[in-house]
C-alpha cells in the first residue's frame, strides 16, 4: 500500500508547491497599497499637498508635468507649483518643464531665451520636457504654414535636452477619434473631450494636418534624435491598435510610451481581442508607463480630486493585476481585466519609470 501512497504523495507536495509558486507571480487587490507604483503624467497646479499626500499614503510616486496649454496658469506658476510640491513630496514627486514656441518667427534671440529657461529648470530640477499638441496644431508661420515638431529651428533644443540627460515627453497629434465625428469615437472620454473642445476636434479643419503629418513628424524627431530619450504622452498618439503602436516602438528603441488618458483604448481593445492586447503588455513590458493625466488645481474641490483619483489609480490597478469582468467610464461595455504577470506589472509601474526619468539613480 505504502508503495502506492508515497509516489501520490509526492505529486501532491509538488503540485501544491507548483500552486503556490503561480499564486506569487499575480497581485491582488490587496497589494495596491503594498506595491511601490509611480502615476507618470500628473498635473499638480496648486500649493495644496494633500494630492501628494495621498499618493504618499498609497505608495505612489508622482511625475507632475508642466504645459504650455491656454487651460493652463502660466509656465511661471506651473514651475513655482511643481519646485514646491517636489520639496512637499520628499522625494515622491519629480516634475517636467515646460517651453512654448510663441516668439520663433519673430524674436531673433528666441532660441537662447529657450535654453536658458531650460537649463534653468534643470537646475531646479525638473527630469524632462513636455511639448504639446499646440505644435502642430496651433502655431502657423508667417505665411500661415503649420509649424510642426520636426521643424529644424528646434533641433538644437531637442539636442540639447538629449545632451543634459533628460527624457522628451511628447504629446503630439491626438488620439485617431480626433480626426472622426462624435459619434463615431470609441471612447467616452474623447467624446465628451472634443465636444467640449472644439478647436481641437481636427474632423472640424480638415484643412489642419492629418493624423498621419502629426505622426510622421513626431517619428521624424525620433530619426533625427537617435540619442533622444523620448516618452509618448497618451501611447504616443496611437492608442487605437496595438500592432500599429508595437510597430513604432520596434522601429524606435528610445521611445517608451505613457499610457494616460488612454488606458480607456486598451480597455476597448480587449472587447475585440483580449488575448492580443495580453500578448502587446508582456512583449512591451518594458516599453510602456503607468499613467493617468489627473491633475489638481489651485480651484477644485481637494476632496472631490482625491476621491476621484483614488478610486482611478484602484480601478486601473484592477484592470493590470485582476481576471475579472469590470466596468470604466470610457466604455458602455464590460471588458475582462488583463492579469498581468508581477514582473510586468512591476516595469509598467515602477520600474520603467526609474529607468526614464531617474537615470543613473
Ligand atoms: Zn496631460
Redesign the pocket.
Known amino acids: 500500500m505504502l508503495k502506492f501512497l508515497v509516489p501520490f504523495a509526492i505529486i501532491l507536495l509538488f503540485a501544491c508547491r507548483q500552486k503556490a509558486e503561480d499564486a506569487g507571480q499575480f497581485y491582488s487587490a490587496e497589494d495596491f497599497t503594498r506595491i511601490p507604483k509611480w502615476d507618470t503624467?500628473i498635473?499638480i497646479n496648486s500649493s495644496d499637498s494633500a494630492l501628494v499626500a495621498l499618493a504618499r499614503k498609497l505608495n505612489f510616486h508622482l511625475l507632475t508635468?508642466n504645459?504650455a496649454s491656454p487651460s493652463s496658469p502660466s509656465l511661471e506658476e506651473q514651475l513655482q507649483y511643481a519646485v514646491t510640491n517636489t520639496l512637499n513630496g520628499k522625494g515622491q514627486v519629480v516634475w517636467a518643464t515646460s517651453f512654448d514656441i510663441s516668439g520663433i518667427e519673430s524674436d531673433s534671440n528666441w532660441l537662447n531665451k529657450k535654453i536658458d529657461s531650460l537649463d534653468r529648470a534643470f537646475k531646479l530640477g525638473a527630469v524632462g520636457v513636455?511639448v504639446w499638441k499646440n505644435i502642430g496644431m496651433e502655431y502657423r508661420t508667417a505665411n500661415g504654414q503649420f509649424i510642426m515638431i520636426d521643424d529644424p529651428r528646434l533641433d538644437s533644443l531637442l539636442s540639447f535636452i538629449e545632451h543634459q540627460n533628460k527624457t522628451l515627453i511628447a504629446?503630439i497629434g491626438e488620439p485617431r477619434n480626433c480626426w472622426l465625428p462624435l459619434d463615431s469615437m470609441t471612447v467616452n472620454n474623447d467624446r465628451d473631450y472634443f465636444r467640449k473642445h472644439p478647436q481641437y476636434h481636427m474632423y472640424l479643419h480638415p484643412e489642419f494636418p492629418t493624423y498621419h503629418q502629426q505622426l510622421a513628424a513626431r517619428d521624424h524627431v525620433l530619426q533625427k534624435h537617435p540619442g533622444l530619450r523620448v516618452d509618448g504622452?497618451?501611447l504616443g498618439s496611437i492608442e487605437w491598435n496595438v500592432d500599429t503602436l508595437a510597430a513604432t516602438l520596434n522601429r524606435y528603441p528610445q521611445l517608451v510610451v505613457d499610457m494616460?488618458?488612454r488606458i480607456g483604448h486598451m480597455q476597448y481593445q480587449t472587447l475585440h481581442d483580449h488575448q492580443k492586447v495580453v500578448d502587446f503588455f508582456i512583449k512591451y513590458q518594458d516599453r510602456l508607463l503607468y499613467a493617468t493625466?489627473s491633475?489638481l488645481d489651485a480651484t477644485d474641490s481637494v476632496a472631490g480630486v482625491l476621491a476621484s483619483v483614488e478610486k482611478r489609480w484602484r480601478n486601473d490597478w484592477k484592470f493590470f493585476t485582476s481576471d475579472e469582468l469590470m466596468n470604466a467610464p470610457e466604455l458602455n461595455e464590460k471588458f475582462k481585466g488583463l492579469h498581468l504577470p508581477a514582473g510586468v506589472v512591476d516595469k509598467i509601474y515602477r520600474l520603467n519609470a526609474e529607468r526614464v526619468f531617474n537615470p543613473g539613480k
Open positions: 503624467h498635473h508635468i504645459v513636455k504629446h504622452a497618451h494616460a488618458a493625466d491633475g
